[in-house]
């Protein structure tokens, strides 16, 4: 008998408020909801971090490039027989004659 005194405004009312409170809970706590974010800008700012850090030895690693030799520019004998060795084309213990 109760069931007949809810009238259809009253559940076209809770349904709506149910939506409602579905979708602010997880704009909140949701998978990408405002807490989750701020974890997201911490790992950003982490990530920054970890690519001015390769930034720089990437430029280091340039500038070694450039002392190989680009065009008609001479070799340093030096840094090739460094980068042979950590490529492992030589071992420590041999010794290269570059001419």
């Given amino acids: 008998m109760i069931y007949n005194k809810i009238s259809l405004k009253t559940v076209s009312w ?4 149910v939506t409602f409170s579905y979708f602010i809970y997880h704009t909140y706590h949701g998978e990408r ?21 390769l930034h720089a ?13 680009a065009g008609n520019a001479q070799i340093d004998a030096d840094l ?5 060795r950590n490529l492992g084309y030589a071992y420590p213990d041999e010794i290269m004659i570059v001419d």
């Fill in 14 to 17: 809770l349904l709506t408020a």
């Fill in 33 to 53: 909801g405002l807490i989750a974010q701020k974890g997201l800008l911490e790992e950003l700012a982490d990530l920054q971090k970890t690519y001015q850090t």
């Fill in 57 to 69: 030895e990437r430029t280091q690693l340039s500038e070694k490039i450039k002392g190989l030799g």
């Fill in 80 to 84: 090739l027989a460094e980068y042979t």
